[in-house]
């Protein structure tokens, strides 16, 4: 029997338990939670700067509709849709 009990303290001592489930659980939802807010800070700062690069095109585009209005159906829709982008981007320098 001495050598049963010995074996047996020798397996408690090897098996034993981890962190609960929940924990890992935690985890895993912290590190998701962290992946998506660091891919969506991400995608914001690329799109205003995407839309920053934008800003330069826009503004001459506009001036020169300024000089010279469009005269055709659609250079007129052209003109409108630069608008509104100027608008919409926020662009410097712009009315």
């Known amino acids: 029997m001495a050598s049963g009990e010995k074996t047996t303290r020798t397996l ?9 489930f929940i924990y890992w659980i935690i985890a895993c939802f912290v590190s998701c939670l962290a992946v ?7 995608a914001v700062r690329a799109s205003d700067a995407s839309k920053q690069a934008m800003c330069p095109i826009l503004t001459l585009l506009d ?6 209005p469009p005269t055709t159906p659609a ?6 849709a ?14």
């Open 36 to 42: 998506t807010l660091a891919s969506v800070v991400f």
């Open 82 to 95: 630069v608008e509104v982008a100027i608008r919409r981007y926020d662009c410097p320098g712009t009315k």
């Open 12 to 20: 408690k001592m090897r098996t034993h338990p981890g962190p609960p």
């Open 63 to 68: 001036s020169v509709y300024q000089g010279s």
């Open 75 to 80: 250079g007129k829709k052209l003109q409108l």
